[in-house]
């Protein structure tokens, strides 16, 4: 928001003072430590209210509000202290006078800027116009001009022209951007040995490559790197980096992966991310070594329930408690890491988007995502909502249970066939325990009501229409009474023993 009219007073040198003696004397004595005080008074209100104008155009209108009432306080000083001033003068405007003191640029490209910046700037030029029909009023028929200082006008009114002509800042980081530690490409280098094919964990794409890394401090990290490139690929990197930095940064929570940092160094990008020593779910449901029953931590009931609501609380404060609420549009077991402690933690963000409410609807450009996990009302209509979360969460349920990918072939069938699909199928014809993960022991008599659960809560999530899907709070409420009821009997079995 523009500041308010800074003003200047000049007594007249054709015009000099009328009156002589101890009263007049007494009254520019006054008039003198008057002028002192609003200069001192301007000094002070002038800091705070620069503060709450570059605080209005990161999208807090009540900053703006309190910058405005700021400005009038301003304003009404110095009408009185022109009052004084000037009981025998007359307005006169001038091109003459100092700047305002504090303009900021501003990080929203629009031409008008946002809601406050645009109140803003409506209102500096209503103060000044303001002011000069006060000043007007109560200067009639006074022979000693007063001049008005008109440059926050004229640069209000250029402030706007450079709107439409000048190019938007390629990259300004927002207060929360700033808390996160920037990184140079050196100090990632000496953290992952090079960048040496020993430290790499995996590829994510054929053009970005994970690392694990050790900071100075001694650390973990995991470390994204883009392959330098330039084109259309690079410009498409660029946004999903910025929106991935962008988010992550404003996401704290135990059951979402934590950004450490970042490094732009010309054409490399870089994020650093918290190191989840125990890799990804899918890595353990389908790794070829875990065949057995002993051959995995997650080869149990217990903990598969646990890494369930993990992850369902993860989505839970994506859907609920981030603000504005986000959708992640990419749930799926190779997105769900774990943790040293087997807690699970939701990541990867590049698709994920802001929606007003968490019911609402969004209107996506493109369809992203992975197949066997994508929702097929966001497929069809192109309509994303919370409930296409919930879709892809049903199938890493699903997984969970069943041990088999998202899609997979079926040897009965002789062809490929969705989780989806092939769950619905086997409830309706078959009990549940033959649709359970072999690898995992059959349900103890107190496990089988929670693994039930578990199961019902899964089918819920994977309905064809997103309004019959359950939404996150209660996946979370289930999935807690099924951990419940499992802790609760173990507590009683080991007590007795």
């Known amino acids: 928001m523009a500041e308010s009219v800074s003003i200047d007073v000049e007594e007249s040198e054709n015009h000099p003072l009328q009156g002589t003696g101890v009263a007049d004397g007494f ?20 800091l705070p209210a620069a503060v709450f104008d570059q605080l209005s155009s990161e999208h807090k209108p009540r900053y703006a509000l309190l910058s405005m009432i700021m400005s009038f306080i301003m304003l009404f000083i110095s009408i009185f202290d022109l009052v004084y001033k000037g009981r025998k003068g007359r307005v006169a405007w001038r091109i003459r006078g100092k700047m305002p003191w504090f303009y900021y640029p501003y990080p929203n490209p629009k031409p008008f800027g946002t809601f406050p910046d645009i109140i803003g700037l409506a209102c500096s030029i209503f103060q000044c116009i303001f002011t000069s029909i006060t000043y007007s009023f109560l200067s009639r028929g006074a022979s000693n001009p007063i001049n008005i200082n008109v440059w926050p006008v004229t640069f209000a009114f250029g402030l706007l022209c450079a709107r439409f002509s000048g190019n938007p800042p390629e990259k300004m980081l927002t207060s929360l951007e700033r808390r996160l530690q920037e990184f140079s490409l050196a100090e990632l280098a000496a953290a992952t040995n090079s960048f040496s094919p020993e430290n790499r964990i995996g590829p994510l794409s054929f053009r970005i490559f994970v690392y694990r890394g050790e900071l100075a401090d001694g650390h973990q990290v995991t470390i994204k790197r883009a392959k330098a490139d330039t084109g259309q690929w690079r410009k498409e990197f660029q946004k999903e980096f910025e929106s991935e930095l962008t988010l992550l940064s404003r996401l704290h929570h135990k059951n979402l992966v934590r950004l450490v940092g970042y490094c732009e160094d010309g054409d490399e990008i870089l994020l ?70 087997w807690t699970s933690r939701v990541s990867a963000f590049v698709f994920s988007l802001m929606c007003h409410e968490p019911e609402s609807e969004c209107m996506p450009m493109e369809i992203v995502g992975t197949p066997g996990y994508i929702d097929p009302e966001y497929y069809d209509l192109t309509v994303l909502t919370t409930k296409s979360d919930v879709y892809s969460l049903g199938v890493v349920l699903l997984e969970l249970l069943t041990g088999k990918t998202a899609t997979f072939w079926d040897v009965n069938e002789g062809n490929g066939t969705s989780l989806v699909h092939f769950a619905k199928h086997k409830m309706k014809s078959e009990k549940l325990p033959k649709l359970l993960d072999s690898r995992v022991n059959p349900p103890r008599p107190f496990e089988v009501e929670a693994v039930e659960l578990l199961a019902d809560t899964a089918l819920a999530c994977v309905a064809l229409q997103g309004k019959d899907r359950p939404n996150i709070t209660d996946i979370v409420a289930n999935l807690e009474r099924a951990s419940t009821l499992i802790e609760a009997r173990a507590w009683s079995l080991s007590g007795s023993s």
């Open 27 to 46: 009254f520019n004595q006054k008039v003198i430590n008057l002028e002192r005080f609003v200069l001192v008074m301007n000094f002070i209100l002038e």
């Open 272 to 341: 650093v991310h918290e190191y989840m020593k125990n890799g990804s779910l899918y890595k353990h449901l389908h790794d070829e070594n875990n065949i057995e029953k002993n051959s995995s931590m997650i080869n149990s009931w217990t903990m598969r329930i646990k890494i369930a609501l993990d992850a369902a609380r993860g989505i839970e404060y994506l859907h609920n408690y981030a603000s504005p609420p986000i959708i992640h549009r990419d749930v799926k077991s190779s997105n769900i890491l774990l943790d040293e402690n």
